[in-house]
């Protein structure tokens, strides 16, 4: 008897420790850029079940308090549970009623803290995050990834993008981008991606944030051309290909 009490001990103990050792339903590249009256962000609506593109209607930007645009790359099911941890935090930061509010610098430092405490508990949150925002005439962008790595830039971007999108961003960014200036930028870095990534969908959202508030545009479809001649036979002069 004590010893299948004991076994069952066990096994209890090991069933409620659970992990997230893998993905299930993840979003690809999110790009964001700063432009002359704040932030400028992109990313599609593509939920991806491995390798199958089953979701074509996820939201994977939302704004966070008055000041502050979030969005994230990876599990969706994890961005929700963040979406949680923020709205918990917007909630007791309004509670003061101090007449103060949480900027973008402090939203972007306390995810820097979840993410990288999620990791040293080996149970990290699957998601890249790119947080922007605006508060007292200040521009702020920033990311983290899952481990809490983070920095600050001009321009960010995750996943495929960081590859694809950040060498178009170094050459054509500049400081006085316009309104319309960015978002053709960011739609020439989102055509790359759904020409390369195979996760990509074309069907995205751009949302904006300024001092005015946040703005996030209805889906939309790119035009896109798909009669290149190496589109034709890509794997033409590929050794060990088919």
């Known amino acids: 008897m004590d010893s299948k009490m004991q076994q069952h001990g066990l096994l209890g103990s090991e069933s409620d420790s659970q992990r997230t050792l893998y993905p299930y339903v993840t979003g690809?590249?999110?790009v964001a850029l700063k432009y002359k009256d704040g932030i400028l962000m992109a990313a599609d609506m593509g939920g991806s079940y491995g390798s199958t593109l089953r979701y074509k209607?996820?939201?994977r930007m939302k704004a966070i308090g008055k000041h502050s645009l979030l969005g994230a790359s990876g599990e969706i099911s994890?961005?929700?549970?963040?979406?949680?941890y923020l709205d918990e935090l917007i909630l007791y930061d309004n509670m003061w009623d101090d007449g103060n509010s949480l900027g973008p610098k402090e939203v972007h430092n306390y995810l820097t803290r979840v993410m990288y405490n999620r990791r040293n508990k080996f149970n990290p949150l699957w998601n890249s995050l790119v947080l922007g925002g605006v508060k007292n005439g200040q521009k702020y962008l920033g990311m983290v990834s899952m481990?809490?790595?983070?920095?600050?830039?001009?321009?960010?971007?995750?996943?495929?993008?960081?590859?694809?999108?950040?060498?178009?961003?170094?050459?054509e960014w500049h400081e006085n981008l316009s309104f319309e200036d960015g978002v053709k930028l960011l739609e020439k870095c989102m055509r790359v991606l759904l020409y390369r990534d195979r996760s990509a969908v074309n069907k995205l959202q751009i949302a904006k944030i300024t001092e005015e508030g946040v703005t996030i545009s209805p889906p939309y479809s790119l035009k896109t051309f798909w009669g290149f001649s190496a589109f034709h036979n890509p794997t033409v002069g590929a050794e060990g290909s088919w």
């Open 28 to 30: 690809t590249s999110v």
């Open 147 to 171: 481990i809490g790595v983070n920095f600050e830039d001009n321009h960010v971007a995750t996943g495929f993008g960081n590859h694809l999108a950040r060498p178009i961003l170094r050459d």
């Open 57 to 59: 209607t996820v939201e």
């Open 78 to 84: 994890d961005f929700q549970e963040i979406l949680r």
